[in-house]
């Protein structure tokens, strides 16, 4: 089941943006690699609606959290390695030689970089099986690896890498200056025979990217993960909760339940009433995501959804004046709640398009 959220949560919360330097995404944005922001992307617009996913993703990162884990790879070795693999080879030998003879050709008459290239992602390539078996072994011998649901998929690549198919990438020379037709028969392997394992080898580095930026964001910054359950009873506790975004934040605790699920917040202007809602739908949305939250501590009852009215705008388009265009996302919000779906609701000062009587009246 996804998790229900709109357009309007999302910006009320500040939650996406690449290019925005105060969103909550570019606050997790230092990936390596950019298939790592890819999925980091991803991520960022699929929450889970299942505790065990959660609070396995959770567990996957605070466990890279703990144990300081670093990506083995620059930009610069990623790059070309991806490059050189994402131009998959002939299937026939024959025809991969030929072309690799054309290319040979081409650099010695007219100086062409080709066949240059096609070199340096090979040896590129060879470093970065190396690179990452030596890199996965290390990870295995984490004490805390064997309870974990990363260790999983750590065995599955060390098995891979550790194929007899995979022998001659380990006895070969780092700095060897390979014979024409050898370099030509590794790189069909590497290309062909080796494509489909090296891509799900790429897939697995762009998701370890991402657990090792954002453990690491989580570690620097002193946030804690969630722990999950999928109980009926509504409960949603956090203690110490404040805005990761907001230099000296003020922590506030917050506690919702079954018995108690309106909360009716009041305050004097600017004592900070809609931040510490933002703060509040900003750890809820980062909990579902199985992500690391700005607080003390947070346990919570999985929602199916979050929806908030904060900075609700006008609309000239649709000729939408700005309490029409709050009345607009009440009935949107009111049908959502009608459905019995179980929902995460904010309100900041309803109706204040309109005067108080009014408003009071709504």
Request: charged share 25%; with cysteine.
């Amino acid at each position: 089941m996804k998790f229900e959220i709109d357009k309007q949560t999302l910006e009320d919360l500040n939650l996406l943006g690449k290019y925005k330097s105060n969103s909550i995404f570019s606050l997790f944005n230092h990936t390596v690699t950019r298939g790592g922001e890819m999925m980091l992307e991803r991520m960022f617009l699929n929450p889970f609606t299942d505790a065990n996913l959660i609070n396995q993703r959770s567990s996957i990162l605070d466990l890279f959290q703990k144990n300081s884990c670093t990506f083995p790879f620059t930009r610069e070795e990623f790059d070309v390695t991806e490059h050189y693999l994402g131009n998959p080879d002939h299937k026939n030998i024959v025809i991969s030689i030929v072309h690799n003879i054309r290319r040979k050709a081409l650099q010695l008459i007219a100086n062409d970089k080709e066949f240059g290239m096609l070199q340096q992602g090979l040896m590129y390539s060879v470093n970065f099986v190396k690179k990452l078996e030596k890199h996965l072994v290390e990870i295995s011998k984490i004490p805390q690896i064997d309870e974990n649901p990363y260790q999983m998929r750590i065995k599955k690549a060390l098995a891979v890498l550790h194929d007899r198919k995979m022998n001659w990438i380990y006895a070969l020379d780092d700095h060897a200056i390979l014979p024409f037709i050898k370099m030509a028969l590794y790189d069909h392997r590497m290309r062909y025979n080796l494509s489909t394992v090296m891509s799900e080898m790429m897939e697995m580095l762009h998701e370890m990217d991402v657990f090792v930026t954002v453990s690491a964001i989580g570690r620097k910054r002193g946030f804690v993960y969630a722990m999950a359950n999928d109980n009926k009873n509504f409960e949603i506790d956090i203690k110490g909760v404040y805005h990761p975004c907001v230099p000296n934040a003020v922590a506030n605790d917050i506690h919702i339940d079954s018995r108690s699920n309106v909360l009716f917040l009041t305050g004097a202007n600017m004592a900070g009433k809609s931040t510490l809602m933002k703060s509040f739908g900003v750890s809820l949305y980062l909990a579902h995501m199985g992500f690391p939250v700005a607080a003390e501590s947070i346990n919570l009852s999985v929602r199916q959804g979050l929806y908030t009215s904060i900075n609700v705008p006008d609309d000239l388009n649709m000729g939408y004046s700005h309490f029409y265009a709050e009345v607009i996302r009440v009935k949107k919000i009111a049908t959502e709640v009608a459905s019995e779906k179980n929902l995460v609701i904010m309100f900041d000062e309803l109706f204040k398009g309109t005067n108080v009587k009014d408003a009071y009246d709504a």
